[in-house]
């Protein structure tokens, strides 16, 4: 049942973003660049018990995995006017592989282990 209200809340937390979105896109953007999905994980960590550390370490990592996918957010709306939606995904998808690869190689040197 807790799985069920977790999906649930999340899923109602996605749609009204994307429904202000709709309306206003500074502040659908506003809105979907808050950590919510963070804060919704390290909540429902939380109430099922997890420790101090594992929520720590969540943190931790989605910091690192954040910087990473920042060149996507100012390449999609360069290239979708030349390549339309799907190809832009794509290639959106593609960069931030490239740069998770590239950022996994950076924190490696820098004594991170990621992976």
Known sequence: MFFLAKV???SVIIVLVSEVA???DALGGMIAALPLTTFLIIIWLY???AS???I???MKYTL???LPTLPMFYIFPHII???GFQLSLFFSILIT???IYIFNFIYKQLGFKIF
Do not use: D, M, R
Request: proline share 0%; aromatic share 20%; glycine share 4%.
């Open 8 to 10: 649930l809340f999340t």
């Open 22 to 24: 709709k309306k206003n």
């Open 47 to 49: 109430f099922e018990g």
């Open 52 to 54: 101090e550390s594992k």
């Open 56 to 58: 720590s370490n969540h």
């Open 64 to 66: 690192y995995f954040v």
């Open 81 to 83: 006017k030349k390549f």
């Open 97 to 99: 592989i490239i740069c």
